[in-house]
């Protein structure tokens, strides 16, 4: 059976304004949109810095209600997962490339009372992470190289997002399907014409001049 979720729009907090973060989230939840995207990075595996677990700790304190979808850009996932879960975070991606036991962390995420997601980089092909679709809630296809907000969507990620598409649907499984990078107004649609359901936005939600009706478009997708 093929899962077919409402869609999500997710804006990235990294657009937001990082002197007023409370205020960033407040944005996000005066539109009624339930997830927020928290992208964390390490300096190692992606060449920038953000922020920590207390941030999202925080933001939770400062009332928000938000899911907190949480996208660790690290080296090493395995060794962050338990203080971003104690930090408020509803569920946890670890990317694919680094060298560590994807599924036990994945498993651990679980343990912990989040949901868990895997990530692939725009290099790496949907077969590598083949292996552990049925243990994660959420697939996320890069559709730029991470690090940096305010890059070009990659057109050429879009038979990867078809090719999970169709496995999910011939296995049976039921993950969420997020892009993120470079999404817009124009590139959400070819997203969700591929199969995306949840898609990340920083720049451009930030950016919109009416976000009510950037929002509307992508609850329509
Ligand atoms: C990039 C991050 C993204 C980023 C997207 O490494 O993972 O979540 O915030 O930003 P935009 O939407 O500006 O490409
Ligand atoms: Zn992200």
Known sequence: MSSKHAPLLAPSLLAGDHANLAASVRLVEDLRLPWLHCDIMDGHFVPNLTFGPETLAALRRAGSKLFFDTHLM??????????????????????????????????????????????????????????????????????????????????????????????????????????????????????????????????AFFRAADKPAFATAFSRL
């Open 74 to 203: 690290l080296s090493e996932p395995h060794r962050y997962v338990e203080p971003f879960a104690k930090a408020g975070a509803n569920l946890i991606s670890i990317h694919i490339e680094p060298d560590y036991d994807h599924t036990a962390t994945l498993t651990r995420i679980r343990a912990l009372g989040c949901q868990c997601g895997i990530v692939l980089n725009p290099g790496t092909p949907a077969r590598a992470v083949e292996k552990v679709l049925p243990l994660v809630d959420l697939v996320l296809v890069m559709t730029v190289q991470p690090g940096f907000g305010g890059q070009s969507f990659r057109r050429d990620m879009l038979p990867k997002i078809e090719q999970l598409r169709d496995w999910r649907a011939a296995r049976g499984l039921a993950f969420r399907l997020e892009v993120d990078g470079g999404v817009d107004l124009h590139t959400g649609p070819e997203c969700a014409a591929a199969g995306a359901d949840t898609f990340v936005a920083g720049s």
